[in-house]
C-alpha cells in the first residue's frame, strides 16, 4: 500500500500509546510461522479455540486442566469481561486458560495444537474455555483474551501473508488502543477522484488482521476483496448455527458480527494488487484459509 503508506509514514512514530511502559519490540505474532495442520484442525468443532498465538519466548505450564502462560516483553494480555469491560495485563504479564466441561462425561482438556492453545473435547458435549489475567491484584475471568504486541502495525502486501492469521475479534473493535488507530489512518488516507468506487483491503493491527473500507482508487499494491453489498461481489457473512451475522463497521474497520451466531464465517473472493491473480477466503474459528 504505498500510495497510502507515503502519506501515513510519520503516524507510524506516533504509535507508542504503551511505549513509555515497555522496551522496543524484538518480535512480533506476525513474525511467527503457523503450522500448516492448523488450516484441518481449526474446522473441527471438538476444539474450543483460543483467539491468540503464541509469542516466542513465552513460559506455558499446563496443571491439570488450566494453561498458565508468562508473556516476554513486550507482550501484554489484553481481555473483554461480560460488561464489555476491557482488562490489561502487565507488559511480561501471566494469562491463563482453564478447560472445564459443562455437559457430558468429561474430556474437555487443554492442549497445544500448532501455535496456540485449544480445549479438546471427546466425551464432553460442552467444553468451556475460561480465560483470565492475572498480576498483583487482579484475577478477573473474562469473556474472550487477545494476546498483542501493542506497537504492532503493518500493511499487507501479498496474498500470501493472510494465511493462518488470526483476525481481530469483534470484542475488541471497541479498544482505545485500536480506535485511535483507525481514527489515525481514516484521518490519513489520500483523496479519492471516486469515492463509491471502493474495497476492502487487510492490515496488520496489533497482530491481528483487521479488512478496512477504503476507496480503490488510493490503494495500488495490497490484496483485496470487493465489499460487502456489491453488486460484482461474493464477500460474504454466513450463519450457519444461529439467527444471523451481519457486516458491522467502526469507523475503516469491517468485519462479520457474530454476537446472535454460534458460527459464524466470513468468505469472499481476495484478488493481488493487479487482480490478476485470484484466490478464495474463508476465515474459520477466527483463523485466516486461502484456497486456489
Given amino acids: 500500500?504505498?500510495?497510502?503508506?507515503?502519506?501515513?509514514?510519520?503516524?507510524?512514530?506516533?504509535?507508542?500509546?504503551?511505549?513509555?511502559?515497555k522496551s522496543s519490540p524484538s518480535?512480533?505474532?506476525?513474525?511467527?510461522?503457523?503450522d500448516k495442520n492448523i488450516s484441518s484442525l481449526s474446522k473441527l468443532s471438538t476444539y474450543n479455540w483460543s483467539l491468540f498465538d503464541i509469542p516466542s519466548g513465552a513460559h506455558t505450564t499446563i496443571n491439570g486442566s488450566t494453561i498458565q502462560i508468562v508473556l516476554p516483553s513486550p507482550y501484554m494480555g489484553i481481555g473483554v469481561d461480560s460488561m464489555g469491560n476491557y482488562v490489561y495485563s502487565k507488559i511480561g504479564g501471566t494469562v491463563s486458560i482453564t478447560c472445564e466441561c459443562k455437559s457430558g462425561n468429561g474430556g474437555c482438556s487443554p492442549g497445544q495444537v500448532g501455535g496456540t492453545y485449544a480445549c479438546v473435547m471427546k466425551e464432553c458435549k460442552n467444553c468451556s474455555k475460561l480465560n483470565s489475567i492475572?498480576?498483583?491484584?487482579?484475577?478477573?475471568?473474562?469473556?474472550?483474551?487477545?494476546?498483542?504486541?501493542?506497537?504492532?502495525?503493518?500493511?499487507?502486501?501479498?496474498m500470501e501473508e493472510l494465511e493462518g492469521k488470526l483476525i481481530l475479534p469483534q470484542d475488541f473493535y471497541n479498544l482505545p488502543i485500536v480506535?485511535?488507530?483507525?481514527?489515525?489512518?481514516?484521518?490519513?488516507l489520500l483523496p479519492s477522484s471516486n469515492i463509491t468506487l471502493r474495497k476492502l483491503v487487510p492490515i496488520s493491527l496489533l497482530g491481528y488482521i483487521v479488512f478496512i473500507d477504503i476507496p480503490a482508487d488510493i490503494d495500488n499494491t495490497s490484496p483485496f476483496l470487493h465489499i460487502f453489498g456489491d453488486s460484482n461481489s461474493n464477500t460474504i457473512c454466513n450463519c450457519d448455527i444461529g439467527t444471523d451475522c451481519p457486516y458491522k463497521s467502526k469507523l475503516v474497520a469491517k468485519w462479520c458480527d457474530a454476537t446472535n451466531c454460534k458460527k459464524c464465517t466470513m468468505s469472499g473472493s481476495i484478488y493481488s494488487f493487479d487482480s490478476k491473480v485470484v484466490q478464495s477466503l474463508s476465515i474459520i474459528n477466527g483463523r485466516i484459509h486461502l484456497s486456489n
Fill in 134 to 158: 492475572e498480576d498483583a491484584n487482579l484475577n478477573t475471568i473474562l469473556k474472550e483474551m487477545i494476546i498483542v504486541d501493542t506497537s504492532e502495525f503493518s500493511f499487507i502486501q501479498s
Fill in 1 to 21: 500500500m504505498k500510495k497510502i503508506l507515503l502519506v501515513y509514514v510519520f503516524v507510524l512514530i506516533m504509535f507508542n500509546l504503551f511505549s513509555s511502559c
Fill in 27 to 34: 518480535n512480533s505474532i506476525l513474525d511467527r510461522n503457523t
Fill in 179 to 188: 480506535t485511535s488507530k483507525l481514527k489515525e489512518l481514516e484521518s490519513h
